[in-house]
């Protein structure tokens, strides 16, 4: 019998700062920082992929979840409408893994600055 593939959903908030980006989980509370906004992308699904990895191993899922901080939150519920859908898939190493990035809240905040 082959075993159903568990699947994750998590809402990434992204921040512009001066010459950066900043990527927030809101479920996990992982944050990930680049300049660049497709190495961000893949930074926070390494590690999203390491932490939903490392709890089911260790047969504790609840290890997955620590939220983001309440400031965090709040600017991205003010934010959250209707962002560009980002679709990503990435390997990671060769652990023969992938992570599929699918995050119709994964939002930009530098849009609102422009």
């Not at 190495?39 to 699904?45: D, P």
């Not at 992929?49 to 519920?77: G, K, S, T």
Request: include cysteine.
């Amino acid at each position: 019998m082959q075993k159903k593939a568990k699947e994750f959903t998590f809402n990434v908030f992204v921040e512009s700062t001066e010459g950066a980006f900043i990527a927030h989980c809101m479920e996990t509370g992982l944050v990930a920082t680049s300049k660049d906004p497709n190495e961000l992308a893949f930074k926070m699904a390494k590690m999203l992929f390491r932490q939903v990895l490392f709890a089911l191993q260790h047969n504790n899922p609840a290890d997955i979840y620590h939220p983001a901080p309440r400031d965090v939150w709040e600017r991205f519920l003010e934010f959250k409408g209707e962002p560009d859908k980002i679709e990503k898939n990435f390997m990671l190493g060769d652990t023969g893994a992938s992570v599929f990035l699918n995050q119709s809240t994964y939002a930009a905040a530098a849009a609102r600055a422009c």
